[in-house]
């Protein structure tokens, strides 16, 4: 009886084992299995197989492709995401609330979706790709276009990692700085850049998973040129439909171990930032 | 270094912040900035900072106009409210900030700057801290801290920003006795924002009082207690006892109470206010006063005894509240309901119809 009454609302045995079974055959059939089979078939023509395979001619260049992709998008959005979460938590301007909602807009709209948006501008019929295409400029289906919608689709990560917590923090450190008579670069090196590395590392760390695994909007405007516009996502799906699917298989372990990394990353800075 | 203001006006989009602030402030002394909260205190100490700019008005230090000049080259100390310590950085590296960023050429070298740092550290009796992170430090640490590092580019003006306000009572009573002496030895003008009117009486030169982004009246703590200006500055300070009535052939009147005047006072509604202390509580009426009250509550605690009062045929929005000394509760024994008369020693009159005020006395 006494034990009965400290029993909580939820508590009771049959409920938290039923829970607890339910949550660990999901993850079981939904993440796990998925995740080994990967591997599985990777292996399946043994470790030679697995190397053959990732050293085919087409799959070495999609995997060169994607790290070009990344290697410019990962900066570019970390510098674009710094200067958009300075801007929105250090000024207050007319169309400051507008501004913080567009930046989700990459989120919310559909990858494919942003393709298309990006073919129907840049495309050789589109508004600015046509005048693009009297300077002979071509964007779309070649990588600077891969690039540009990889940028657009992964631009969010990092500032929506800094906006809360720069405005959580204030902006009387940075004042107390320039009190002290620190200038706008030595302000931003020495207090604001520490107080929010980890978060920064965090937002680098989900970008750029997410600009080496895109599809959707990179497949609209790549055009699948086999060794000229593939990235590793689409040489996957290319390797499958051409009925090869350890070659298929052995592609997708490259990107599935990328996760891995990211994941055993992102818990080391979480802890670090949960310390801090 | 003196400070002048002269007709500052600030906007916070619509919302007029301060309307045409002109003061001075005296070469090294202290002043202090006394307001409620939205008074526009602070706003004040920040445009005195550089760290906002005002829509109208100058900003002089010693005659130099400093309003266009940007706050990192005004050279002034600065004390946040919440301290702002860089909490990544150790105690000594917060306060050698300021000497670190200087220009390559104007900046000292490394074993200077740790010698200033650790005079510094010793200046606020923290030597043994300078390891430490932000952190792990008390509030009374952390702002002794922040006053180190404003000093560390030893400025002629300090201003700071409600700099006891997140302490409690023991450790804020000492730092203040502290920042006393420690002006007093280094003669720097500052100026420091509060809410506490007995911080601001107790430690400043000169007190500023502020309501709704507009100067009450700017004076000694001495002259400022005695001789309040307005009503606002009278209720703001302190403790207050309010008689309303109509003076009628030299009397104020209402309902049961009545109060003779001394001469001169014109027939007006008027309000007379009096301090606790300017009070004395007696069991029977005087030919002077008749002000009768029920005790409403006792309270013990401190140097003298409080006595809460409650009107007795007629009316006030507050109760009064008198001080008696232990001594006299002693001898007297008052009890909670008891009827008892109050006399008036010394009061101050406000009249509808009269700009000023005037101070009354009795005796």
Redesign the interface.
């Known amino acids: 009886m006494a034990a009965r009454k400290h029993r909580r609302v939820g508590d009771s045995p049959l409920v938290r084992r039923t829970l607890i079974g339910l949550a660990v055959v999901l993850t079981v059939l939904l993440l796990f299995m998925p995740l080994v089979l990967i591997f599985v078939q990777a292996f399946a023509e043994g470790w030679a197989g697995y190397v053959s395979n990732i050293l085919n001619e087409y799959t070495l260049h999609a995997i060169g492709l994607t790290l070009v992709v990344a290697l410019l998008t990962v900066p570019l959005n970390m510098v674009f995401g710094v200067f958009l979460a300075w801007l929105v938590t250090r000024f207050r301007f007319p169309g400051r609330k507008l501004l913080t909602t567009l930046i989700d807009i990459p989120f919310a709209v559909s990858p494919v979706v942003a393709g298309l948006l990006f073919l129907l501008l840049y495309g050789s019929n589109g508004w600015v790709g046509q005048w693009l295409g009297e300077y002979d400029i071509q964007l779309m289906f070649s990588w600077p276009g891969i690039v540009m919608v990889t940028v657009f689709v992964t631009c969010p990560f990092v500032a929506r990692e800094l906006i809360p917590l720069m405005q959580q923090q204030g902006r009387e450190e940075e004042e107390a700085g320039v009190v002290l008579g620190a200038s706008g670069w030595q302000l931003f090196r020495r207090v604001t850049l520490p107080n929010i590395r980890w978060a920064l590392l965090y937002g680098v760390i989900l970008t750029n998973a997410r600009a080496v695994g895109e599809f959707g909007a990179v497949s609209v405007v790549s055009g699948n040129i086999r060794g000229e516009t593939n990235t590793l996502p689409l040489q996957v799906e290319l390797l499958y439909q051409d009925y090869n699917t350890v070659g298929a298989f052995a592609a997708s372990s490259l990107l599935a171990g990328i996760a891995l990394i990211t994941l055993v990353v992102k818990a080391i800075v979480e802890w670090r930032q949960s310390r801090n | 270094m003196s400070i002048e203001i002269q007709g500052i006006n600030k906007f916070f989009d619509k919302f007029q912040a301060l309307h045409d602030i002109n003061l001075t402030i005296p070469d090294g002394q202290l002043t202090a900035l006394l307001g409620p909260s939205g008074s526009g205190k602070t706003t004040l100490l920040r445009i005195i900072?550089?760290?906002e700019t005002p829509e109208e008005g100058r900003i002089r230090f010693s005659g130099r106009d400093v309003t266009d000049l940007h706050?990192?080259?005004r050279?002034?100390?600065?004390v946040?409210q919440?301290y702002?310590?860089?909490?990544?950085?150790t105690v000594a590296e917060n306060v050698a900030?300021?000497l670190?960023?200087?220009p390559r050429k104007e900046r000292p070298g490394k074993p200077e700057i740790r010698k200033r740092v650790k005079d510094l550290l010793e200046m606020v009796q923290l030597e043994h801290l300078a390891d430490r992170y932000p952190a792990q430090l008390s509030g009374g640490q952390k702002q002794r801290i922040a006053l180190a590092?404003?000093m560390?580019?030893r400025p002629e003006i300090l201003l700071l920003d409600e700099p006891f306000g997140a302490l409690d009572a023991k450790v804020r009573k000492d730092l203040r006795r502290w920042l006393r002496s420690l002006h007093d030895e280094l003669h720097f003008t500052s100026v420091f924002v509060t809410h506490d009117q007995e911080e601001a009486l107790e430690l400043s030169d000169q007190v500023v009082v502020m309501s709704n982004g507009r100067i009450e009246q700017v004076d000694t703590p001495l002259e400022l207690y005695g001789r309040p200006d307005s009503r606002f500055v009278f209720e703001f300070l302190g403790q207050v006892n309010v008689l309303s009535g109509r003076i009628g052939d030299g009397v104020m009147r209402q309902g049961d109470a009545w109060i003779r005047l001394p001469e001169g006072c014109e027939n007006d509604d008027a309000q007379l206010y009096l301090r606790p202390h300017e009070v004395r509580l007696t069991q029977a009426a005087s030919d002077q006063a008749h002000l009768p009250f029920r005790i409403e509550a006792i309270n013990l605690i401190g140097a003298e005894v409080r006595i809460e009062l409650k009107p007795d045929g007629w009316e006030c929005e507050e109760l009064w509240e008198v001080g008696i000394s232990h001594t006299e509760f002693n001898a007297r024994q008052p009890q909670r309901g008891d009827r008892c008369f109050a006399v008036p020693d010394v009061g101050h009159l406000f009249c509808e119809h009269a700009a000023e005020p005037k101070t009354l006395e009795w005796r």
Request: no cysteine; net charge positive.
């Open positions: 900072a550089g760290l706050v990192r080259d050279r002034v100390g600065f946040f919440h702002a310590l860089f909490r990544h950085m900030f300021g670190n960023v200087l590092r404003a560390a580019m």
